[in-house]
C-alpha cells in the first residue's frame, strides 16, 4: 500500500498542485479545505475541515488513520494574508491570520506527530514566507504569523527528532496564486527585486523543495527555514 500525505489546503493552488504531484508519484493523498474540492483520484480523499479547530482537527485526523492507515507526511499549506498598514489593520485580521497560520499549524502539527510516533516516525513541511525575513511593508501580521511558524518549526524538530520526526518550513517567494491576487503589481516587483533571482516562483520549485525534504535520504535535515530565491535572512 502507498504511504500516506496529508496536505491542508488542497482545493487549490500550491496545496492542489502538490497534492496531484504526490499522486502521480504513487502517494496515497489526504486533504482538505473549508470547502469541498473536485480533485478527483482513486488514491486521493478530501475532508472539509478547519484547521484552526481543535475538535474538528482531533477527529478529522483519527478518521484518516482509522479509514487509510497512519500519516506519514505532513504538509501545513494551509494559510491566509491581508495586506493593510499597521495602524489600518483591525484585531479582526489578526485573529484569522493567527488562527489559520500558527493555531493551524500547531494544531495539524501535534495531531500528525502523535500519529507519526506510533508508527515509525514521519516527515513534517510547515510554510513560511519571504516576508518574514524581508520585514515587508504592509505585511506586519502576516510576516509576524509566519515568523512564529518559523519558531514552532525550529522547536519542534528538537522535541520531535527522537520519534524520527523532521520538522522542516519552506518559505516561498510569490507565486500566483490568491494570496497575492490584491496585491498591487508595483508592490511584487518591488519584493522580486530584493532576490537574489528576480523571478515570481512557481508550483514546481514548491514541489521541489518537498521532494528533496520527504526522500528517504534527507532524514539528517531538521529544524529548517528554506527561502526560495535567494533570500538573505
Given at each position: 500500500?502507498?504511504?500516506?500525505?496529508?496536505?491542508?489546503?488542497?482545493?487549490?493552488?500550491?496545496?492542489?498542485?502538490?497534492?496531484?504531484?504526490?499522486?502521480?508519484?504513487?502517494w496515497?493523498?489526504?486533504?482538505?479545505?473549508?470547502?469541498?474540492?473536485?480533485?478527483?483520484?482513486?488514491?486521493?480523499?478530501?475532508?472539509?475541515?478547519?484547521?484552526?479547530?481543535?475538535?474538528?482537527?482531533?477527529?478529522?485526523?483519527?478518521?484518516?488513520?482509522?479509514?487509510?492507515?497512519?500519516?506519514?507526511?505532513?504538509?501545513?499549506n494551509?494559510?491566509?494574508?491581508?495586506?493593510?498598514?499597521?495602524?489600518?489593520?483591525?484585531?479582526?485580521?489578526?485573529?484569522?491570520?493567527?488562527?489559520?497560520?500558527?493555531?493551524?499549524?500547531?494544531?495539524?502539527?501535534?495531531e500528525?506527530?502523535?500519529?507519526?510516533?506510533?508508527?515509525?516516525?514521519?516527515?513534517?513541511?510547515n510554510?513560511?514566507?519571504?516576508?518574514?525575513?524581508?520585514?515587508?511593508?504592509?505585511?506586519?501580521?502576516?510576516?509576524?504569523?509566519?515568523?512564529?511558524?518559523?519558531?514552532?518549526?525550529?522547536?519542534?524538530?528538537?522535541?520531535?527528532?527522537?520519534?524520527?520526526?523532521?520538522v522542516?518550513?519552506?518559505?516561498?517567494?510569490?507565486?500566483?496564486?490568491?494570496?497575492?491576487?490584491?496585491?498591487?503589481?508595483?508592490?511584487?516587483?518591488?519584493?522580486?527585486e530584493?532576490?537574489?533571482?528576480?523571478?515570481?516562483?512557481?508550483?514546481?520549485?514548491?514541489?521541489?523543495?518537498?521532494?528533496?525534504?520527504?526522500?528517504?535520504?534527507?532524514?539528517?535535515?531538521?529544524?529548517?527555514?528554506?527561502?526560495?530565491?535567494?533570500?538573505?535572512?
Amino acid at each position: 500500500m502507498p504511504e500516506l500525505a496529508f496536505i491542508t489546503g488542497t482545493r487549490k493552488g500550491i496545496g492542489r498542485a502538490l497534492a496531484e504531484h504526490l499522486l502521480d508519484r504513487g502517494w496515497m493523498v489526504a486533504g482538505c479545505s473549508r470547502r469541498d474540492s473536485d480533485l478527483q483520484h482513486k488514491h486521493y480523499r478530501h475532508y472539509r475541515l478547519d484547521v484552526a479547530d481543535e475538535r474538528s482537527v482531533i477527529e478529522t485526523l483519527k478518521s484518516v488513520k482509522k479509514d487509510l492507515q497512519p500519516i506519514r507526511v505532513l504538509i501545513n499549506n494551509a494559510g491566509v494574508a491581508a495586506m493593510n498598514h499597521l495602524l489600518l489593520s483591525p484585531l479582526e485580521s489578526y485573529e484569522s491570520i493567527f488562527k489559520t497560520n500558527v493555531q493551524g499549524s500547531f494544531l495539524m502539527l501535534r495531531e500528525c506527530a502523535k500519529q507519526m510516533r506510533r508508527s515509525g516516525g514521519g516527515r513534517i513541511i510547515n510554510f513560511s514566507s519571504i516576508a518574514s525575513p524581508l520585514n515587508l511593508e504592509g505585511e506586519a501580521l502576516y510576516a509576524a504569523s509566519k515568523a512564529a511558524v518559523e519558531s514552532l518549526t525550529k522547536t519542534a524538530a528538537k522535541e520531535l527528532a527522537d520519534m524520527d520526526i523532521t520538522v522542516n518550513a519552506i518559505g516561498p517567494t510569490p507565486i500566483e496564486t490568491d494570496l497575492i491576487k490584491l496585491v498591487p503589481k508595483e508592490k511584487i516587483a518591488a519584493l522580486i527585486e530584493k532576490q537574489a533571482i528576480s523571478r515570481l516562483g512557481t508550483y514546481q520549485d514548491i514541489i521541489n523543495c518537498v521532494d528533496f525534504l520527504i526522500k528517504p535520504e534527507s532524514d539528517f535535515i531538521t529544524g529548517q527555514i528554506l527561502y526560495l530565491g535567494g533570500v538573505p535572512h
